[in-house]
């Protein structure tokens, strides 16, 4: 097996743990980064980035990893909490989760990675994401489960041609951390899929993500 370097969202909870210590198993470099997305806690009773922090630091510790702490605080309040205030102004109640995916875990924490030179990400979500091939003469654009998504949040989901040879990136499944089946170039698009379990089912958590974040 062709041995890569992963850089894995690390939040010293279960799901990114598990998926770091998976790919570390399975012999590929691993790098892990926790993301600090809020500045200073408003509230000593909540759990603050500090020991959240901590906790992603002994896991990387028992693990066997590098860990690096990066801010993107000030990513998170213009891409997405500026958003959910707008939202809220209009009388709407919005889902930070499902932007904060988008905008920085799958592109602020993207971008970051490969500064790094990583040729794969990883995170703790758990994302079935299937290629299809595409026809011959039509264009691979993306195609998205919306049945979770609103009207006007599908209306805004982005589609974009699958993308080049020259950003090999790959949201990883965190059950199997694969190199890509094929190492020549791939003209279809990516699906993302319903859950096994819809009782456990929080596809729509990324149906925003375009076709260059699902590869």
């Known amino acids: 097996m062709h041995k890569q370097r992963i850089v ?3 939040s010293g909870g279960v799901d990114s743990a598990v998926t770091a210590h998976l ?3 399975q012999g590929h470099e691993v790098i892990g980064i926790f993301m600090k997305n809020w500045e200073d806690d408003d509230d000593s009773e909540f759990c603050s980035s500090n020991i959240d ?3 992603a630091a002994a896991v990387a510790d028992v693990i066997g990893i590098q860990i690096e702490h990066v801010n993107f605080a000030a990513d998170y309040k213009d891409r997405v909490f500026a958003e959910f205030l707008r939202e809220y102004q209009a009388g709407r109640t919005p889902n930070p989760d499902i932007l904060c995916n988008a905008e920085i875990k799958f592109k602020a924490f993207l971008d970051h990675a490969m500064r790094l030179g990583a040729e794969k990400i990883a995170t703790g979500h758990y994302a079935r994401v299937r290629r299809v091939a595409a026809p011959s003469g039509s264009m691979p654009f993306g195609h998205i489960d919306e ?3 609103t009207a006007r949040d599908s209306a ?3 589609r974009v041609a699958a993308p080049s040879d020259s ?3 790959g949201h990883i ?3 199997h951390a694969t190199a890509r089946d094929s190492a020549r170039p791939f003209d279809g698009h990516y699906q993302l899929l319903k859950g ?3 009782a456990k089912d929080q596809s729509y958590f990324l149906h925003r993500l375009n076709q260059s974040q699902l590869s």
């Open 8 to 10: 894995v969202g690390l």
């Open 173 to 175: 499944d965190e059950s």
């Open 147 to 149: 049945s979770h998504a």
């Open 156 to 158: 805004r989901v982005r």
């Open 53 to 55: 922090f901590v906790d």
């Open 167 to 169: 950003i090999p990136f």
């Open 196 to 198: 096994l379990d819809p």
């Open 23 to 25: 790919l570390k198993q």
